[in-house]
């Protein structure tokens, strides 16, 4: 599955931001997706997840009740809506996907930077 993300930016803080992630290729496999983000200096790490099918996700504590993940029911979209941004979001978002139930995410899109800042 081949993934491109888009929307990224540059926000003040309590501001908000929606990320997409165009998924192509072998969609009709897909099991999940979800957003992973790497602050510089940092690790990557789990924003948040979805079933492709299905209302089932999850998130990481840090932005548990900020940040929603979402998916065009008709197509083969993917949505970060994140809200009440801080300096502490500031990262590369990246989208990632599987087409099988295993405990990595073989598929990757390139990035697309968000910074908040005042």
């Known amino acids: 599955v081949q993934l491109v993300e888009s929307g990224g930016g540059l926000v003040q803080p309590g501001g908000s931001l929606r990320l997409s992630c165009a998924a192509s290729?072998?969609?009709?496999?897909?099991?999940?997706m979800g957003w992973f983000r790497q602050a510089p200096g940092k690790e990557r790490e789990f924003v948040a997840a979805?079933?492709?099918?299905?209302?089932?996700?999850n998130y990481a504590d840090s932005v548990k009740g900020r940040f929603t993940i979402s998916r065009d029911n008709s197509g083969n979209m993917l949505y970060l809506q994140m809200n009440n941004l801080q300096p502490e979001d500031t990262a590369v978002y990246y989208c990632?996907?599987?087409?099988?139930?295993?405990?990595?995410?073989?598929?990757w899109g390139q990035g697309t930077q968000v910074t908040v800042s005042s």
């Open positions: 990632a996907a599987k087409t099988i139930k295993v405990d990595f995410w073989p598929d």
């Open positions: 290729g072998d969609t009709l496999s897909l099991y999940a």
């Open positions: 979805r079933l492709w099918s299905g209302a089932v996700s």
